[in-house]
């Protein structure tokens, strides 16, 4: 069964930092691209940032104008992990952060999101 566990998740202050985490089964990780969206209240789900299969290099990373130069994607194919760090919080960055594998015209999966709170 695919599945795709975001962790990492929590309550940080302004200006801290935080490290998420998304473990992924059933699918051969290697072959997929990773992204991560999030959603705030009353919001549409947005992209954050994605790795392309390929490399795990910063070659390969691409960002949202909002979290550029704040956040950075990453990811272990031996471990079947993506990773997302997040320094320099915001409160607007408070959302459900969601992990997604993807491959183009064959098949796409979504993580159940881990909660981000940025509050002093």
């Known amino acids: 069964q695919v599945q795709l566990v975001e962790s990492g998740g929590g309550l940080v202050q302004p200006g801290g930092s935080l490290r998420l985490s998304c473990a992924a089964s059933?699918?051969?990780?290697?072959?997929?691209?990773m992204s991560w969206y999030r959603q705030a209240p009353a919001k549409e789900r947005e992209f954050v940032a994605s790795?392309?299969?390929?490399?795990?290099?910063?070659?390969?990373?691409f960002y949202a104008d909002s979290v550029k130069g704040r956040f950075t994607i990453s990811r272990d194919n031996s471990k079947s992990t993506v990773y997302l760090q997040m320094n320099s919080l915001k409160p607007e960055d408070t959302a459900i952060y969601y992990c997604?594998?993807?491959?183009?015209?064959?098949?796409?999966?979504w993580g159940l999101g881990t909660q981000v709170t940025v509050s002093s």
């Open positions: 997604k594998a993807s491959r183009p015209r064959q098949s796409e999966y």
């Open positions: 059933g699918f051969t990780f290697s072959s997929y691209a």
């Open positions: 790795i392309t299969h390929i490399s795990g290099s910063t070659n390969y990373a």
